[in-house]
């Protein structure tokens, strides 16, 4: 009787030590915006880097996608104002599962709340 606990307690352990590995370690996807609307948007090109990986740039009205792994990240964010002066803003974002997250840059830099959206993936 001990030796089928032991067994059923081990098949157990091993499927939830599964799930968790396959939900942090699923790759998500990250779709990134840099559309502004009106005067305040900054018409420059951003440099941005999610998790210190290498820094990647997206024009002014362009879309990027990243793809993560886990489910805390940090993205940073720099770009230059017309006195040259570069400005870098950090910020702490979350994956869900079975979620696309969608960032909008111009947000970020307008120090808005609602800089990122969850969309459900198919």
């Known amino acids: ?12 352990f ?18 990134l ?18 998790d210190n990986q290498k820094t990647k740039k997206i024009r002014y009205r362009k879309k990027s996608s990243y793809y993560i792994k886990g489910i805390n990240h940090v993205i940073k964010v720099s ?5 040259e002066k570069e400005v870098e803003i950090e910020k702490e974002f979350k994956a869900k599962i ?13 120090e808005e709340k609602d800089w990122i959206t969850y969309k459900k993936s198919k």
């Open 1 to 12: 009787m001990k030796k089928i606990f032991n067994w059923i307690f081990l098949l157990i």
């Open 14 to 31: 091993v499927l939830i030590m599964s799930t968790i590995f396959f939900f942090t370690g699923k790759q998500h996807k990250v779709l």
């Open 33 to 50: 915006t840099n559309k502004g609307k009106g005067e305040n948007a900054i018409k420059t090109n951003v440099v941005y880097s999610i």
């Open 79 to 83: 770009y230059k104002l017309e006195n």
């Open 98 to 110: 079975s979620a696309i997250e969608q960032i909008d840059i111009q947000k970020i830099i307008k």
